[in-house]
């Protein structure tokens, strides 16, 4: 073989290789951060703030979000669940947030929910134990042009941090009400 091909076919084959090496740089190398997959799960843990617990059957995770180490400046998102296959849809969140030992939760919930802010309390606030930790439901309602709504949030306090199991509802719909109230009773904490 004349050299002048012999150079020409380890360029030919370099290029290929190049080409090659370029194309598979492209497809697998994407340096961006991603957001993990959002799987549904029967059991929602999170071990870094040490809790777990079973999550209602037929609601879909929405939104999963993890907290930033130390001191939270605001509440935080852990996670959220919509049930969208009733009539009526529902959501149930789980969020955090470092309120010091004399804060009114009362107040402080009164003054929040998903950026709405006519909601009553209904009912007087009821404390509960929950694997032998303390907690307190407080239950708001709103009317609706399509019949009430229902805010129920069971608060627990570890120290400084206070988590808030929060679940929206319509008024009538006592399934929805019925298993986040069983989701909570199943948590378990570490």
């Known amino acids: 073989m004349p050299h002048h091909e012999i150079g020409n076919s380890r360029v030919s084959n370099f290029r290929i290789l190049l080409s090659l090496t370029m194309i598979a740089l492209a497809l697998g190398c994407d340096e961006r951060p991603r957001a993990p997959s959002l799987q549904n799960e029967p059991v929602y843990q999170n071990s870094r703030e040490g809790f777990r617990f079973m999550v209602p059957e037929g609601w879909t995770l929405h939104a999963r979000g993890e907290l930033p180490s130390g001191q939270l400046d605001r509440?935080?998102?852990l996670v959220s669940?919509?049930?969208?296959?009733?009539d009526m849809p529902a959501a149930f969140q789980?969020?955090?947030a470092d309120l010091t030992i004399d804060t009114n939760l009362e107040k402080y919930l009164s003054g929040r929910a998903f950026g709405i802010s006519d909601w009553q309390l209904k009912f007087p606030p009821e404390d509960l134990e929950i694997d032998g930790q303390p907690a307190r439901r407080y239950t708001f309602g709103r009317p609706r042009l399509i019949?009430?709504?229902i805010r129920e949030v069971v608060a627990f306090r570890r120290g400084e941090r206070v988590y808030f199991f929060t679940a929206?509802?319509?008024?009538s719909d006592a399934k929805a009400r019925e298993q986040i109230r069983r989701a909570i009773e199943s948590l378990?904490?570490?």
């Open 75 to 77: 509440e935080r998102m």
């Open 81 to 86: 669940y919509e049930l969208l296959q009733s």
């Open 94 to 96: 789980i969020t955090a």
């Open 147 to 149: 019949g009430p709504e």
């Open 168 to 171: 929206m509802f319509p008024g």
């Open 188 to 190: 378990v904490w570490k």
